[in-house]
């Protein structure tokens, strides 16, 4: 069975080349525009990894993070940041917030799926 | 002389009175007819010569100065003149006998005590003559009072009246001298004292008349001292006057500049926390506008990637050769958008982020070579890399050093004329890895040595376009180098003689943090 990724981001063309990208590679893809859009596919869509955006409006990334931990049901889904911004404080609270994996806008989209294929374990 | 005049002139006055006074006893004399006729003629005779030379005497001290010569004779002559008289009128027998005592004392008053005495001395000797010669009967005697024999019979008398006469004359003669030696050394004391009071008194009068022309003097000056200080004094009140104007014009000027000055402050304070808050702005703008164009990149980047894996379809050549254009670019936009990042931090004072790690220098600089070996064919140049054998690894962030790296080979490509070369040498110290990057492109001017490494500083702006920057790659190569704890540096011998570009990093050392 394919492994489900929730891609959290509010910009449509980069979500739908991630989106893309790991549809060739065989996930299952489910996406949410926006910070609350998110945690209820989270709760409901019960993905295996999470791709977090930050820079969202309504609700910023890391508190979505924040209350992905805070839920019994989302604690344990691993989640990587996705972010432009990337300066050592961002990703040191990424960290600290439970993200396993900090990456920086733009990145390699190939990097991104070996990445995310490591911490799938496949 | 001027007193033996006033005593000659008293002495005729005197004359007069005596000439007045016998002339009225012998008419008197003549009219009871007691006395001789021979003598009343010879008397009136004797009067009228009297009479004369007085008047000659007179009209000769009018006229002229006397002749002290002069006046003897005159006295002499009235001597002679009261003898034969008194001989006409009875000799001894007349009582007149003391007239010449008169004559003797005035020429004692008039002159001296030795003229009064000669005198005396003649006087009483033509006396004694008649006498005599009457007593021998030479001459006859000339009675008055019809007497006969008169010296033979009373001859006692006689002798008595020749001795009385005797001390009479000479008596007078030396009182008069007397007198008038008292009256000279009295006069001459007082002509002294009247000669030194008017003396005294002209001095006085100089002085006084000295005092005078100095008073009047002083009195000029002191004159036109008023009239000059008065003129001073209405000139200062006018200068006085002309100055409280000025200060008070300057004062209002003062105030009016000061106003100015205080707006203009203010002006400028709000001016300044517009600038302040513009710049602020500005910053942040940067800081924005970099991270909102990465994120249409990300897309971007990621279907460039997908297009090259083949993934998505397989493509013609000349399809792979665009989308590796596109690929090329798209590295080049972000490579800007980092650098406007890196200058946002710049100007915020934010630390540049920096992921330091051991490396190899040697591959990092051929990384950076190999992907730039496209612009080196697009300008036909050529480079030489010169890397030092022993070269250890170093502590850094590779896509920091990698950057200074691309500026410098980008800013040498881009100042190289076709046809140039490059040169890359990597050598070590004793504390430092150092990177030099040489061209023989158009080269640096002397002012421009230091000013390049400031931010957006362009030698000529016309490269901005030309070249593709954006004046900040020197600036955030210094930033990045001494972030690392080195330096960096240019040298050149000027304008078309080519540049170096050097940077370093300390080896085994953690710098910047």
Redesign the interface.
Known sequence: MAKKILIIEDYPATTEMIENILKTEGFQVITAPDGPAGLKQARSGKPDLILLDIMMPEMSGFEVLEKLKAERETAKIPVIIISVRASEENIAQGKELGAIEYMSKPFDPFKLVEIVKTHLGL | MQTEIGRLLLYIRIKWVVIISIFLLVATETIIGIVQPIATMSSFVALVIASLTNLVLFYIIKRKQPYTLTSYLFLLFDLALVILALYFNGGLENTWLFLPVLLIFFSGYIFTMRVSLSLAALAYAGILAISLLEYFEVIPHLTIYNIQNFLRNNLEYNIDNLVGLFLLYFASAFSSGYINQIMRNTFKDLENSMLNYKASQEESEASRKALMNIMEDLGKTKDELEIRVSQRTSELEEAKTNLEKKVFDRTVDLEESRKAILHMMKDLKEDMFKLQTIDRLKTEFLSMVS??L??????????V??FL?G??GSLLPAQIEAIKVISRQSEHL?DLIESILDVSRLELGKPI?TKMEPLSLEKVVREVLEANIINFENRGLSYQLDISNNLPTILGDEIKIKRILTNLIGNSIKFTPKGGALQIRVSLDDSNAQVEVSDNGIGLAKEHMEKIFEKFFQVDSSYTRATGGIGMGLAIAKELAELHGGRIWAKSDGLGKGSSFFFTIPIGKKGGE
Not at chain 2, 294 to 303: A, D, E, L, N, V
């Open positions: 991270h909102e990465r994120t249409p990149m990300t897309p971007i980047k990621g279907y990637s997908l894996s993934k998505m972000l982020p």
